[in-house]
T-cell receptor
């Protein structure tokens, strides 16, 4: 199957700083990428949908100024958590839609963010 | 919006068969996905159903009834490595996918 690489896998940052998470589709073009957040023992919650070359669409309750998403190319989307707080500590996962196979989304490995 | 219900936990014996049910309510149904997620890892795709009926893929099968808003994932010949959470996810409209809370399956010897 197609490969989606997410980096970093783990990050610890100080409260008030910003963290950038990258999501790359390695062997296919992804017109659409999704960003999810998963708190312990909870479901994946969609944060935003990212389309190449256009602004991301955020889900209700997700602050677009806090979670900056950039989808500059067909293989890269980034999520920047700005002015991170301890309550932003979570597991962030991206997924990418395979352009020719829109029924299947491939997930990155996830990023465990801890804000101290 | 969507409502997705699945059991939170199940236990089954190695070598046995287990069925994980999922019911959903949605407007604009556009397919139902099953994913497997091991603790601390990203989900991996198992199946996608958009038409009624049973789709079989090796030891895993998935069933869908759109009129009943019901799906199940069937795992045969259970192995210890099948211990994981199984997420039911519903597609709505174009590209939006909403996940259930997941069913934590424990396979015991």
């Amino acid at each position: 199957g197609a490969v989606v690489s997410q980096h970093p896998s783990r990050v610890i940052c100080k409260s008030g700083t910003s963290v950038k998470i990258e999501c790359r589709s390695l062997d296919f073009q992804a017109t659409t990428m999704f960003w999810y957040r998963q708190f312990p023992k909870q479901s994946l919650m969609l944060m935003a949908t990212s389309n190449e070359g256009s602004k991301a669409t955020y889900e209700q309750g997700v602050e677009k100024d806090k979670f900056l998403i950039n989808h500059a190319s067909l293989t890269l989307s980034t999520l920047t958590v700005t002015s991170a707080h301890p309550e932003d500590s979570s597991f962030y996962i991206c997924s990418a839609l395979y352009r020719e196979k829109n029924t299947e989304a491939f997930f990155g490995q996830g990023t465990r963010l801890t804000v101290v | 919006g969507q409502n997705i219900d699945q059991p939170t936990e199940m236990t089954a014996t190695e070598g046995a068969i287990v069925q994980i049910n999922c019911t959903y309510q949605t407007s604009g149904f556009n397919g139902l996905f099953w994913y497997q997620q091991h603790a601390g890892e990203a989900p991996t795709f198992l199946s996608y159903n958009v038409l009624d009926g049973l789709e079989e893929k090796g030891r895993f099968s998935s069933f869908l009834s759109r009129s009943k808003g019901y799906s199940y994932l069937l795992l045969k010949e259970l192995q210890m490595k099948d211990s994981a959470s199984y997420l039911c996810a519903v597609g709505e409209g174009y590209q939006k996918v909403t996940f259930g809370i997941g069913t934590k399956l424990q396979v015991i010897p």
